[in-house]
């Protein structure tokens, strides 16, 4: 017990729910532009092991971190333009087809490194790069801010950066002002002349490129390498964090709430404390989130009715 | 009047039957592009992967076992698709059916069939909870069950892994997986020469009986309407709720007991340390057996047969299995895609006005 408390309430700690964080936060962000849009979906999983495949393929092969970065967005975007190209185009079921696109992208990625590397499970054979450490300036040197701030991979960053950059874009920006107007009622946007497939196809786009980032730091951040359905469930939990939140600022809020769960669980394990019941905490949690959540929403509505 | 709808139902019927086909169509060609861009030896690839399963009575099995318990999956998506309920938790209940399955088999005495029947039962209910979260969260607290049952799959997953880590596990196995089940618990083999089980007669039942109910029974009547327009079933009179909730049990039952009688049938211990993907395959089944489980035998049959093909195809030669999960991701969606062929049904349709308009001038003036 001493050992878990010494474990818990340490600089390294919140270190690492920031780093388990980051795919998180990248995910969440994804959802909420695209439930902003009115185009939620449960593709996420699919967007982000493609591009975390495609990043690590992408930087082997050109040996260049810029050429991985756009191949990973490249194979991301991909699946996304799919998923609208589908349900947008062809009025194919939004759900349905992101349990298609997620069975594509898990097994299409395995048979790809398969093909290239003979190896189903893992990428190691391929020389791929990762994206750098960033210490930042005065804060790497106050002691216990520094452990737990500075040294984070620069796509760790670039996701709180974005946690500002949605908010910009959804809020102070007319195309932003579009996105929501369709997602709140697409029949008055089209009434006014705003072209709703247009703005859904570019929002199912944008957010797939969020997605793609929480991806390619996976496979080239988080780990230095790419292994089959190394998502494992992120991208669902970035939907249910969007669930939570609602907002930017408190879906990173509730994504930094499922990091904690991820990077307890970590410790937990390490103190011999039966492994599957502490990795079932973060969906637990979920589910009692969506629970409470969801029914305050319903209580609301209730309320304003009577 | 009575003629011209149903003429138009039958350009609809026709068209979703065609869609289906070249959906399929699409998928197998593309599959077959990949295969010969990518295999060195390409027409021994497409030989086994197409011929492969009928070669010999063990691969003839191997399809059979594939399709046993797809007939569960298929069958329980069908009921909770028909509500309209997109409930995904039917893979988390087979994974811990099976496990609450093994928990019967490896830590009871009893004589034998009565195991058996206690061991699926339990298995059911424990599916039917693990698919009634999703719909409670949904009906009490309006939680879309698309992430809620995404959620209860992973929670399926480590409670059961948990299970047979602490409660069920045999150190002497050499690696993780349950004791040994009891003899009086397993489902007998009836094929010499293949492992095809029991099983088999109990999906074709579940199947049967799916069918009844959905569409020959008024609370199967019930759910389609709930799943068709659930305002009308809510002035009709229908208590929806309960609706929804029934058809969700029911399917979480039957997924749960699939779960049973996989590992009951196929294995002698328990020793998935993943989620299987059984339910994600019973979602594809019943999307193209269109939520009826009057189709779920072929639909399963086919799944099972490219599964078997392309399981011989990836020993044989260099395409590795995976290229299933592509050919089916492009079934679902092509499948799924209302509009697509539209132009082609739209055509018929109106040719078909144009004739009915005439003869009926015809009539007038005639």
């Not at chain 1, 780093?19 to 849009?37: Q, S, W």
């Not at chain 1, 490249?74 to 009025?91: E, K, M, Q, V, W």
């Not at chain 1, 048979?111 to 300036?137: A, C, E, Q, R």
């Not at chain 1, 703005?199 to 292994?227: C, R």
Request: with cysteine.
């Amino acid at each position: 017990m001493d050992n878990l408390l010494k474990a818990i309430f340490s600089a390294e700690f919140v270190y690492s729910i920031i780093r388990v964080t980051t795919p998180l936060l990248f995910a969440g962000l994804a959802a909420l532009i695209a439930n902003k849009g009115g185009v939620l979906h449960i593709a996420y999983e699919g967007i982000m092991v493609t591009a975390a495949f495609c990043g690590v393929v992408g930087s082997a092969y050109s040996q260049s971190l810029l050429v991985g970065l756009l191949s990973g967005l490249a194979g991301g975007l991909l699946i996304s333009f799919l998923l609208g190209y589908f349900s947008l185009i062809l009025r194919a079921d939004r759900t349905l087809t992101g349990i298609a696109l997620n069975t594509f992208a898990s097994g299409g990625t395995v048979f790809m490194l398969y093909v290239l590397t003979n190896d189903k499970g893992l990428s190691t054979s391929l020389n791929s790069l990762t994206f750098p450490i960033v210490n930042i300036p005065i804060i790497k040197n106050i002691p216990i801010l520094g452990t737990a701030l500075s040294g984070h991979n620069v796509l760790t960053y670039v996701s709180f950066i974005c946690v500002f950059l949605v908010f910009v874009v959804l809020y102070k920006t007319p195309f932003g002002l579009r996105i929501r107007t369709v997602g709140e009622n697409e029949d008055a946007a089209s009434s006014v002349g705003v072209k709703v497939i247009r703005v859904k196809f570019i929002t199912l786009l944008i957010s797939g490129a969020i997605a793609s980032l929480g991806g390619v730091y996976m496979s080239m951040g988080y780990l230095s390498w790419f292994a089959r359905d190394m998502i494992a469930g992120r991208g669902f939990m970035g939907i249910a964090a969007q669930n939570l939140g609602g907002e930017p600022l408190s879906t990173m809020i509730a994504a930094l709430f499922f990091g904690l769960a991820n990077a307890l669980s970590n410790v937990l394990q390490t103190l011999n404390i039966p492994a599957e019941f502490v990795q079932v905490i973060p969906y637990v949690a979920t589910l009692i989130g969506l629970a409470a959540y969801s029914g305050s929403m319903k209580r609301n509505k209730i309320n304003k009715k009577s | 009047m009575l003629s011209r709808m149903t003429n138009k139902n039958n350009v609809e019927k026709q068209f979703e039957i065609l869609r289906t086909l070249v959906a399929i169509a699409i998928a197998l060609s593309i599959a077959f592009i990949i295969i010969l861009l990518i295999s060195d030896n390409p027409i021994n690839a497409l030989a086994s992967f197409v011929i492969g399963p009928l070669t010999t009575t063990r691969r003839l099995g191997n399809i059979v076992e594939a399709l046993i318990p797809l007939l569960f999956t298929g069958t329980a998506v069908s009921l909770i698709f028909s509500a309209n309920q997109t409930n995904l938790a039917v893979e988390g209940a087979f994974f811990i059916g099976g496990v609450g399955a093994s928990f019967m088999a490896t830590q009871l005495n009893l004589p034998p069939g009565i195991h058996l029947v206690v061991a699926l039962i339990v298995a059911g209910i424990i599916g039917a909870l693990a698919c009634g979260i999703p719909a409670i969260l949904y009906i009490k607290f309006d939680a879309r069950p698309v992430v809620s049952s995404l959620m209860v799959n992973y929670v399926c997953l480590y409670l059961g892994l948990a299970v047979i880590n602490h409660v069920i596990r045999d150190p002497a196995a050499g690696f993780l997986a349950s004791f040994k089940f009891n003899k009086t618990a397993v489902l007998p083999k009836i094929i010499k020469g293949t492992n095809v089980h029991f099983g088999i007669f109990l999906g074709i039942i579940i199947v049967i009986l799916g069918y009844l109910y959905l569409y020959k029974y008024k609370k199967g009547y019930e759910i389609r309407m709930v799943g068709k327009n659930v305002d009308f079933a809510k002035y009709s009179g229908i208590n929806v709720n309960s609706v929804l909730m029934s058809a969700q049990l029911l399917g979480g039952f039957i997924a749960g007991m699939g779960g049973a009688v996989e590992v009951l049938g196929m294995y002698n211990r328990f020793q998935y340390q993943k989620l299987t993907g059984h339910g994600f395959d019973g979602i594809l089944v019943g999307i193209i057996a269109k939520n009826n489980p009057k189709l779920v035998p072929l639909t399963a049959l086919f799944l099972a047969y490219i599964r078997v093909g392309a399981d011989v195809m990836s020993r044989v030669s260099d395409i590795p299995i995976e290229l299933v999960s592509i050919i089916q991701a492009i079934i679902i969606m092509f499948v799924v895609a209302e509009r697509f062929l539209y132009k082609l049904k739209h055509k018929k349709i109106v040719s078909l006005s144009r004739n009915e308009i005439n003869e009926k001038e015809e009539i007038v003036n005639g």
